[in-house]
């Protein structure tokens, strides 16, 4: 079975840290997807990559194609990024996304 | 933000009783999903759309069908409601697949008692 692991399934961090996600794969994907889930309940979004690395303000996302695996990275860290972090991939072609847990992460000031 | 509206938000129903959910997007987005999140599991596929009338099975389609008789709407229905059914319920849309962005709905809970 297709599988998507994140780690940690928790994170608490103190304000300006830098933080880590990880996303893990069991196979070759098509496509890997990272979106934030904020406490309201709202999904967004984040990253679309299938190599290489991206940037966006304080967020990095990457992806290792040979280790099947991806990060996403918080620099100086900020309360506002308490949210749950979600990693979904597309296993081959256009086949429909599969979603990790997903790790809840909590920014102290 | 992109046009995606989830209707209702919130919903208590009856065990039994048939319930439709509607997405409506305003994108012209050819790609449409209905997921559920439930505690201890990452977003499932329900169902699934490529285009109007074209629909698939995703990993949980028991119990719902879904219709997309135009672009903008996808609707979610469960004929006859069970507690397991009990969920939140995500509305998704991209352009091209998987391949690119997803926009989500807002949600929406549904209680069945």
């Known amino acids: 079975k297709n599988e998507v692991e994140q780690s940690p399934q928790n994170l608490t961090a103190q304000e300006g840290e830098f933080i880590t996600i990880n996303c893990s794969y069991s196979v070759g994907i098509s496509a890997l997807h990272w979106l934030q889930q904020h406490p309201g309940g709202g999904i967004v979004s984040l990253f679309m990559?299938?190599?290489g690395k991206k940037k966006h303000g304080r967020l990095i996302a990457t992806i290792n194609i040979q280790e099947k695996h991806s990060s996403l990275h918080i620099t100086a860290s900020h309360p506002r990024d308490s949210a749950v972090y979600i990693c979904?991939?597309?296993?081959?072609?256009?086949?429909?996304?599969?979603f990790g847990k997903g790790t809840r992460l909590s920014v102290i000031a | 933000d992109a046009g995606i509206t989830q209707s209702p938000r919130h919903k208590v129903t009856e065990t039994g009783t048939p319930v439709t959910l509607r997405c409506h997007q305003t994108?012209?987005?050819?790609?449409m999903y209905w997921y559920r999140q439930d505690p201890g599991h990452g977003l499932r596929l329900i169902h699934y759309?490529?285009?109007?009338?074209?629909?698939d099975k995703g990993e949980v389609s028991d119990g719902y069908s879904v219709s997309r008789s135009k672009t903008e709407d996808f609707l979610l229905t469960l004929e006859s409601a069970t507690s397991s059914q009990t969920s939140v319920y995500f509305c998704?849309?991209?352009?091209?697949?998987?391949?690119?962005?997803?926009?989500f709905g807002q949600g929406t809970r549904l209680t069945v008692v």
């Open positions: 759309s490529y285009g109007v009338k074209d629909t």
């Open positions: 979904a991939v597309s296993f081959s072609g256009n086949t429909p996304l599969v």
């Open positions: 990559l299938s190599s």
């Open positions: 998704a849309i991209s352009d091209q697949g998987v391949n690119t962005e997803a926009f």
């Open positions: 994108e012209n987005h050819r790609y």
